[in-house]
């Protein structure tokens, strides 16, 4: 194994690349959008929980981290793997648990992982991918890799003993791991500021003595610039530090879910700050870009996504014999 290699910096600290998060959102939405279709319609297989309104968060993380920087995240992972360059034809046959998907088929939509992108994987288990980003940090810090370390996770998990003890270790061996709380409000169906005393995730990260920052998670500009500058101070040898994105899911826990705990002006104020919307909005006023040409940006990523659609309907599930392949480390 190497242990040095040779580009582990960040996108180049000049411009916002603004049409850039807005292309990215927009192939999040239509995968999304598709996805949450799709298993309606019986075509995928197992659970989907789809992060539709949370794209501005996974746009501005990945677009501040270089390809080499890891990855870690949750049940709700869609669009975090696609904005670090997860291919979308092996994510949608993944989905449809075809052979040709990136985990073989075997995987599914909670358990995408591809180290080629330093994505070290989707799991389910809340909290879990704190202690993943965190092993992920040391092992780039003994190594002197200058590689940053993601983890995102849902507000829910910091009421997790794995929040904390990756938090506090993270804290005491100075990790270069930048940790994204995705607070949607709720966990499954409940609201999570009736589950502890301390709402703020920031407050709760300096608690242990590490810096956070409360950002709009609806605003990809602001999402990109805390991730940008957060992940320069991580190379510099000041992580761990914290993100707290506020933001909204727009559908159930689960696609399926009648969601009927959740109150619809609720819903309704939350969709008037569409992340897609927001950003076009600054992007005509600032005469960076025409209606028209988001329109044909959003145009060209539903057709990437329609196109990995048809290929993965026309894709094999695995052999009954792969079944056990890549379980013991073969
Ligand atoms: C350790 C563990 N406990 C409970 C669950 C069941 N569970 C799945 S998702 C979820 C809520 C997660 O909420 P949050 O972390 O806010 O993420 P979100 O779904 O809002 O993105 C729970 C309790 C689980 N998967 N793992
Ligand atoms: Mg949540």
Not at 48 to 63: D, F, I, K, R, Y
Not at 141 to 164: D, I, P, S
Not at 186 to 206: C, G, K, L, Q
Not at 216 to 239: M, T
């Amino acid at each position: 194994m190497t242990t040095k290699s040779p580009s582990h910096e960040g996108p180049d600290a000049a411009a916002i690349p603004a049409r850039e998060l807005f292309s990215t959102m927009a192939l999040i939405r239509a995968f999304e959008t598709s996805v949450a279709q799709l298993y309606k319609d019986g075509e995928i297989p197992g659970f989907v929980h789809t992060s539709l309104g949370q794209e501005a968060v996974a746009a501005g993380v990945c677009t501040a981290l270089g390809p080499d920087d890891y990855l870690a995240t949750t049940h709700r992972g869609h669009g975090h793997c696609l904005a670090k360059g997860v291919d979308v034809d092996g994510m949608m046959a993944e989905l449809f648990a075809r052979a040709e998907g990136i985990c073989g088929g075997k995987g599914g939509s909670m358990h995408v992982a591809d180290p080629s992108r330093g994505v070290l994987g989707a799991n389910a288990i809340v909290g879990a991918s704190l202690p993943l980003a965190v092993g992920a940090a040391l092992s780039s810090k003994l190594r002197g890799q200058g590689r940053v370390a993601v983890a995102f996770f849902g507000e829910g998990a910091v009421n997790q003993g794995a929040f904390h003890e990756s938090v506090n270790l993270a804290a005491i061996w100075d990790l270069p791991v930048l940790l994204v709380c995705e607070n949607n409000i709720y966990a499954e169906f409940s609201d999570s500021r009736r589950m502890t005393r301390v709402p703020s995730v920031v407050e709760r990260s300096a608690g242990h003595g590490v810096d956070g920052r409360a950002v709009d998670g609806n605003d990809v500009e602001a999402v990109y610039a805390a991730a940008r500058e957060a992940a320069e101070r991580c190379r510099a040898g000041e992580g761990p530090l914290l993100i707290e994105a506020e933001t909204y899911r727009w559908h159930g826990h689960y696609e399926g879910d009648a969601q009927r705990y959740k109150p619809e002006e609720e819903s309704a104020a939350w969709r008037d700050q569409d992340p897609l919307a927001v950003h076009a909005r600054r992007l005509v006023e600032r005469g960076e870009a025409t209606r028209e040409e988001l329109d044909a940006i959003e145009a060209s990523q539903r057709e990437r996504v329609d196109a990995s659609i048809a290929r993965a309907r026309s894709l094999a599930p695995p052999e009954p014999e792969e079944a056990f392949a890549h379980v013991f480390g073969d």
